[in-house]
């Protein structure tokens, strides 16, 4: 059954008054089921949805994982070792 938000406030309210939850329901023609699901309620405010994610767009290119090694070998020069910090030396 769905109450109006007055009668859920009176329920509220009253029942914060101390009047028994039976007496509440005689005096606004509800039941007493009725009565004790609104005065439990704690908190009125709807359920927080979750984000949905974004699907990526298709036009968006995705990068691949490229190793510097290559690049490193080929501007290192023969008989040392390719170690990343090599290009440090001829990149500055």
């Known amino acids: 059954m769905t109450v109006p938000l007055d009668t859920v ?11 028994p939850g039976f007496k509440i329901a ?8 009725t ?4 005065a439990d309620i704690e908190d009125m405010s709807p359920a927080a949805t979750i984000p949905q994610r974004r ?4 036009g ?6 490229v190793s510097a090694l290559p690049l490193i ?6 008989g040392k070792p390719a170690k990343a910090s090599a290009i440090s030396t001829y990149i500055g």
């Open 9 to 19: 406030n009176d329920i509220r309210s009253t029942e914060a008054a101390g009047r």
């Open 26 to 33: 005689r005096a606004l023609h509800l039941s007493r089921n």
């Open 35 to 38: 009565v004790a699901k609104y």
């Open 55 to 58: 699907a990526r767009s298709s």
């Open 60 to 65: 968006r290119a995705r990068r691949k994982n």
């Open 73 to 78: 070998r080929s501007i290192t020069p023969a």
